[in-house]
């Protein structure tokens, strides 16, 4: 296991080099200087989720979501809630199928909101529906290397 891993920073997707012992003290983007985990989702397009999935080190979750679906709704605050807790040992990211529609036919999204978890760039699980905070935590972290 290596000292440092690379994380890709939500505001200005530069890959950062960081110690693992320094994940829990609040790191900054070398580039931007912005905080590298927020407690909240980061919204990705395309090249922003390319570049997530492909370069962090850490597991990246993904909700796959559309602004007109009401489970989707239902379950944003939920997923912030489980943002700030799984942050910073997990990357919480969300994509909006609508203006990601070929994220949404690459994956193979045939329900929203649908999670997927990615690990070293490959997804490694996936659950349709909606769900609580508590569920989400514990569904990631079963799923976590």
Not at 41 to 70: K, N, T, Y
Request: a neutral charge; proline letters at 8%; hydrophobic letters at 40%.
């Amino acid at each position: 296991m290596t000292d440092s891993l690379h994380i890709v920073c939500p505001h200005c997707h530069t890959t950062n080099r960081v110690k693992r012992a320094d994940l829990a003290n609040a790191p900054a983007c070398g580039s931007c200087h912005q905080a590298l985990f927020t407690k909240h989702p980061v919204g990705l397009d395309e090249a922003a989720f390319d570049r997530h999935i492909s370069r962090s080190q850490i597991p990246v979750l993904v909700d796959f979501w559309a602004p007109w679906c009401g489970p989707c709704l239902q379950m944003a605050p939920a997923y912030e809630q489980a943002a700030a807790q799984l942050e910073p040992e997990v990357r919480v990211a969300k994509v909006n199928t609508e203006e990601a529609q070929s994220l949404g036919a690459r994956f193979n999204i045939r329900s929203i909101p649908t999670l997927a978890l990615f690990v070293n760039g490959r997804e490694v699980a996936r659950q349709p529906g909606a769900m609580s905070a508590t569920d989400i935590v514990r569904w990631t972290r079963s799923h976590m290397p």
